[in-house]
């Protein structure tokens, strides 16, 4: 069994952007800029968009944090949004999710510009996507792919099963699977899947995006397989500093055993996500170049 370096892989694609960037600014002048929005302070929000600013500021890019009060608005929000869409120095807007529950999430990721929406979160993005237009692909989908390219895995004429179908993470990274490049047989599973097991059994690669620890265990897997874990779960542990420790939605130690390669939590898809994301972020301060 292979573990699946996420943090590899990160360390090799943010070199290629930091040259990409050091490239960009040497040729035009420019320097790609990510605006980072967070509101309130949820303490595992904090943390991400905290590893984002710094991977930004590491890529050689401009990081431009704006933390807001939990009261915030809605109208003030979309309002700094469109702000920021008039912004020639920022080419990509990112809004850490969830917002507080009195702020619409739809409209404030609707009022991102299509062309600065480097999380692909946008309905614009999402539909360029399915219908193979240029676009952002979202972060972590994309980070999926990457990955199981990494593990040597040949996707095509393979059998993928998703579990999950969240906007984020199950619905596009089957998209993706399915694309004639990719060409991958996708099977969506979700809670009304009625044998989860009866699927995942014949899959060459199981990609599990549930939010519950334990979805995924060794005895529903082809030996072989490869399993991309996207679950980020705390879990109490009295044994660590902070109280608790992260698991993702894959029981690693059953499924080690059975798969080919496996990608840890953390240091598996989570490395890839940021990653992803100054990717696009680059790719956004290019276009913006021409
Ligand atoms: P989500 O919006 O809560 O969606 C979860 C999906 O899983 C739903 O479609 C749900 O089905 C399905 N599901 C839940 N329990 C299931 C079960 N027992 N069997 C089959 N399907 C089940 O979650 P998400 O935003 O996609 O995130 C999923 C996980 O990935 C979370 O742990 C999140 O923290 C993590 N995540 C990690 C990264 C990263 O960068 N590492 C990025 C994004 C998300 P229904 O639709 O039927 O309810």
Redesign the pocket.
């Known amino acids: 069994m292979k573990t699946i370096d996420g943090k590899l892989l990160a360390a090799n694609l943010r070199a290629e952007i930091a040259a990409g960037v050091s490239r960009l600014k040497d040729e035009t002048g420019k320097v790609p800029g990510l605006a980072v929005i967070l509101v309130g302070e949820n303490p595992a929000s904090v943390s991400y968009v905290t590893a984002k600013e710094k991977a930004c500021r590491e890529a050689g890019m401009l990081s431009r944090e704006i933390r807001l009060a939990a009261e915030t608005t809605e109208a003030e929000l979309v309002g700094l949004v469109k702000s920021l869409n008039d912004d020639p120095a920022i080419h990509g807007i990112l809004v850490q999710l969830p917002l507080p529950k009195h702020i619409s999430e739809k409209s404030v990721i609707d009022a991102i510009s299509p062309e600065k929406d480097v999380d692909g979160f946008t309905p614009v993005n999402a539909g360029r996507m399915m219908i193979g237009e240029r676009c952002f692909l979202p972060?972590?989908p994309h980070?999926i792919i990457k990955l199981i390219e990494f593990s040597g895995m040949d996707l095509c004429g393979s059998h993928a099963v998703v579990?999950?179908?969240?906007?984020?993470?199950?619905k596009p990274v089957a998209a993706l699977l399915a694309r004639r490049e990719t060409n991958a047989t996708v099977t969506l599973?979700?809670?009304?899947?009625r044998d989860?097991a009866h699927f995942t059994r014949d899959a060459d690669v199981v990609i599990v995006?549930?939010?519950?620890p334990g979805?995924l265990t060794g005895d529903m897997l082809k030996p072989g397989a490869v399993v991309i874990d996207?679950?980020?779960?705390r879990v109490p542990d009295a044994s660590r500093s902070k109280g608790f420790r992260l698991v993702g939605?894959a029981d690693f130690e059953s499924c080690a055993a059975v798969a080919g390669a496996i990608t840890p939590v953390p240091g598996?898809?989570?490395p890839?996500?940021i990653t992803m994301l100054l990717w696009n972020t680059l790719e956004a301060a290019r276009r913006a170049a021409v």
Do not use: P, Q, Y
């Open positions: 972060c972590t980070g579990i999950g179908r969240s906007n984020i993470v199950g599973c979700h809670t009304g899947t989860l995006a549930t939010g519950r979805t996207v679950g980020v779960n939605d598996g898809v989570g890839m996500t």
